[in-house]
């Protein structure tokens, strides 16, 4: 166990986790956005920056990245970080203002009106649909594109690929400013994402009729864990 | 008389501007105030603002600045993607003459923010400049009116470059494509490295990684392994069997003969081909690759990988001519006779230095010989006991193959110590791991013979004097200190130098050490439609720095064949004038958590002596998006106010 202190708290963690994680088991709630549990951290929206001191030096950093290290001292609510992530919140709240989500996040930290203005990207890059489709789906269907030296991308964005997806709509799922959206119409699924439209064709049930499941994610399955096709001739509610 | 107005430069401010009497010179700038006929007025860069003109309109300045910042914000982080955005369209604003009262406020609000807290260093450090000039410069930017902005604007000259950038001869961006291996684009990964290297998946494998060298990462724990990220893409390419595209501009253009098909003259092949440009390769060898090919063991680079993208630069159609050696199968007069415009010479550094030690009989092969011998598939007598001369790549190579082959005892002399030793310090210890052994301080005096054959080598301690030209500390003899060591063969691998005779009698520049003499910036030699690169103009060197060359001549030759002048590009001009600026320093970094560099597997060293399988493999796709992880992005931003053309 590694022991470091939070907030004046003294906190044993394990080895290789992060400070999120710590804070976490010591009851220490940080504010997160891009973080989830089941996916590796990315660091991209700044809303969980803490302070942390170590031999002798002192800067901000991010809670859900940093691994802790022993006799680290962290404070999550210091003046400076609480300024850290109100200007986090206050720019992706004004690239994204209608996102429920952002709102919420910017009452809590008590960021109000943006003071500044950006074209509406429904996208905030927080690449959550990149990490669930490579980690959870594990189909990489979905990539980032980031800008660079000579590289003429007009803005960072996440694209997806039409040979690469199966219609799984984890990523709609994970999305946090309905940014990724799916609909199902008919035997059809349509989603929506940063790069345009995708349709899927949906599988109907033998028995009742429903369109259940799009074809393609099925293929995938039943290939991935060398299983019948039988078993998907029919939706889970009409299964024994 | 150019005097520096203002500097914060590495955050010394010298500010001469208020000052009555005297003046405060600036000391440690590290790049003349004028080059090549340009004359610098103001300049910015993540090290600090440098003014020398204070007609100069700072803001506009910061403003074009900024904008060449925003293009190398990534977009992984809201804070420094979104931040510099907002930064700039309030600055575009202020210029516009529609800023408001809080604006400053702002922009000193949002730089101090996003500096503080960004995922990586590069926007963070970029804004050094900006918050410098928005302190010491604020007037400039609360005062617009007509007036300022009429002006004569200058011109903006600007170099985007990183540590390890700067350290590779060929300038390869490797922030770039580390990117894209982390965000799992390797197909453009990979077309990004053939913008500067067209043998990636060589390279990969067996570059000397001069970047790594200079990699920021190692200030926190140890270099980002980048070489071995570049081989990820390259040997993607070849699993998932794809066919790289490569657009040849208007093919048809002038012939052009390149003598030597080693890295130095692929490199200027691919990208004259891509130009459009027809063009012939004459080699002596009966493969392509030259010191790659016959040089470079099979176990480091496997044949295959460097035969196909070989495959790939003749694809772009160049005529390939083996076993022609220029100079006695066809002579260069010739080739400018058959309509050839432009020659490029790479012929390499493939003659051995002589020992210089009196040697009777058999038992001596020069160590590029032999080297050569087995890279060819030529049968070698396999002895008991061998002692390698030197201290080179060539002599831990000699070293390993003899392993590989059957030697029972395999032992390298280098006259220095371990530190002096130009080898890899990889290679060194994959030698001793896979059972050489090395003598450090000695010498060999004299062979030893018996009956026409070598039965040992008589040699003589050295102790380490002053640095010599090379930098490194010179070996004297230790007199008395004589010993004798028994061999079966002696391997020297001292060195190597150019075989210029395709050259002889021509009015072409040459050096004392036997090298051709040429324009550094586009390779041109004394006879202008010969151009020369790689180990025949600099000396035995790495395949990087042929690489490199190949480029470069490439540029001149298309510029030369353009215009009747290998003028270098503008691009190259500041790029020289800018080259001694220390890149990897930086002031006010962020605490950055250590993470373990990713290192390929290795043959374990049981399979390795039964034959020559590749000893490095590949890293794997995950653990090369953790490693692509660990880089920085330290990208440096430089801009160059000038005056603008009259």
Known sequence: MIKLTIDGKKVAAEEGGTILDAANQAGIRIPTLCSHESLRPAGACRVCTVEIATNGAKSLTTACDYPVEAGLKVSTTSEKVMEARRLAVELLLAQRPHSSKLQELARKLGVKQPRFVLAEQECILCQLCVRTCQEIVDVEAITFVAQGKDRGVAEPTVVHSLDKCIGCDACAYVCPTESITVTDIGDTRTINTPSGKLEFKLKQCQVCGKYWAPEKQLDYIIEKWHLEPELFATCPDCRD | ?646
Not at chain 2, 232 to 243: G, K, S
Not at chain 2, 393 to 399: E, K, R
Not at chain 2, 416 to 433: K, L, Q
Not at chain 2, 484 to 507: C, N, Q, R, Y
Request: hydrophobic content about 40%; charged content about 25%.
């Open chain 2, 1 to 646: 008389m150019n005097r520096v107005v203002f500097s914060s430069w590495g955050g010394n401010i010298v500010d001469n501007r208020r000052k009555t009497a005297g003046y405060t010179p600036v000391e440690n700038l590290e790049f003349p105030l004028e080059h090549n006929g340009h004359r610098v007025r103001a300049f910015m860069s993540w090290w600090g603002l440098v003014v020398v003109d204070e007609k100069i309109n700072v803001a506009d300045m910061t403003h074009a600045y900024l904008k060449e910042v925003q293009k190398l914000s990534c977009g992984e982080c809201s804070v420094g993607y979104l931040g510099i955005r907002v930064m700039l369209d309030t600055l575009t604003r202020i210029l516009g003459g529609k800023g408001t009262e809080n604006d400053i406020a702002l922009l000193r609000w949002l730089g101090n923010g996003i500096k503080a807290n960004t995922k990586c260093d590069f926007c963070a450090l970029a804004l050094t400049p900006v918050l410098d000039s928005l302190k010491y410069y604020e007037g400039k930017y609360t005062k617009i009116k007509a007036a300022q902005k009429s002006l004569a604007k200058p011109a903006y000259l600007t170099r985007i470059t990183a540590p390890c950038m700067e350290a590779c001869p060929a300038h390869q961006d490797a922030p770039g494509y580390i990117e894209l291996i982390n965000n799992r684009r390797y197909e453009e990964a990979l077309a990004l490295i053939r913008q500067t290297n067209c043998l990636p998946g060589t390279m990969g494998r067996a570059c000397f990684a001069f970047c790594e060298e200079n990699c920021t990462r190692q200030d926190i724990d140890k270099p980002v392994s980048i070489r071995a990220l570049k081989r990820v893409p390259a040997d993607y390419e070849v699993t998932a069997a794809l066919e790289p595209e490569a657009k040849v501009k208007k093919a048809g253009g002038d012939k052009v003969a390149v003598i030597g098909a080693g890295p130095a003259g692929l490199a200027a092949s691919y990208n004259l081909a891509l130009k459009g440009y027809r063009v012939t390769i004459y080699d002596e060898q009966p493969s392509v690759g030259g010191m790659a090919w016959v040089g470079i063991p099979a176990f480091r680079l496997p044949r295959n990988v460097l035969g196909r993208e070989v495959d790939i630069i003749k694809k772009l159609g160049i005529d390939v001519r083996l076993n022609t050696r220029v100079g006695k199968d066809i002579t260069l007069e010739q080739l400018l006779k058959q309509g050839f415009k432009a020659v490029f010479i790479a012929t390499g550094a493939h003659a051995g230095r002589e020992l210089g030690i009196e040697v009777e009989g058999g038992g001596v092969v020069d160590g590029v010989e032999f080297l050569r011998d087995v890279n060819m598939g030529q049968k070698v007598a396999v002895k008991k006991r061998v002692i390698i001369v030197g201290g080179g790549n060539v002599a831990v190579d000699c070293a390993r193959t003899c392993l590989r082959l059957g030697f029972k005892e395999v032992i390298i002399l280098y006259r220095r110590s371990r530190a002096e030793m130009p080898a890899r310090e990889e290679e060194i210890e994959a030698a001793e791991a896979e059972g050489a052994k090395i003598h450090y301080l000695a010498a060999p005096v004299k062979a030893l013979t018996e009956g026409g054959k070598v039965t040992g080598v008589e040699c003589i301690r050295m102790k380490l004097g002053e640095p010599d030209d090379s930098g490194r500390r010179s070996p004297i003899p230790i007199e008395g200190s004589e010993f004798t060591v028994g061999t079966d063969m002696i391997i020297p691998a001292i060195g190597e130098k150019p075989d210029l005779s395709l050259i002889e009698g021509k009015s072409i520049d040459t050096t004392k050490w036997g090298t051709i003499v040429v324009d550094a910036p586009t390779g041109q030699t004394s006879l202008p439609a010969v151009f020369a690169g790689g180990d025949c103009v600099s000396g035995p060197a790495t395949l990087v720095e042929a690489i490199a060359a190949g480029n470069k001549a490439a540029r001149g030759i298309d510029r030369y064949l353009k215009s009747g002048r290998a003028t270098p590009p503008e691009e190259q001009v500041v790029e020289d004038w800018l080259h001694d600026v220390a890149l990897n320093h930086q002031r006010d970094g962020n605490i950055v958590a250590k993470k373990e560099r990713q290192s390929p597997e290795q043959l374990p060293i049981v399979k390795r002596k039964l034959g020559f399988d590749e000893v490095e493999q590949c890293l794997t796709l995950e653990m090369a998006a953790k490693e692509a992880e660990r880089c920085l992005r330290c990208y440096r931003v430089m801009l160059l106010a000038v005056d603008g053309k009259k």
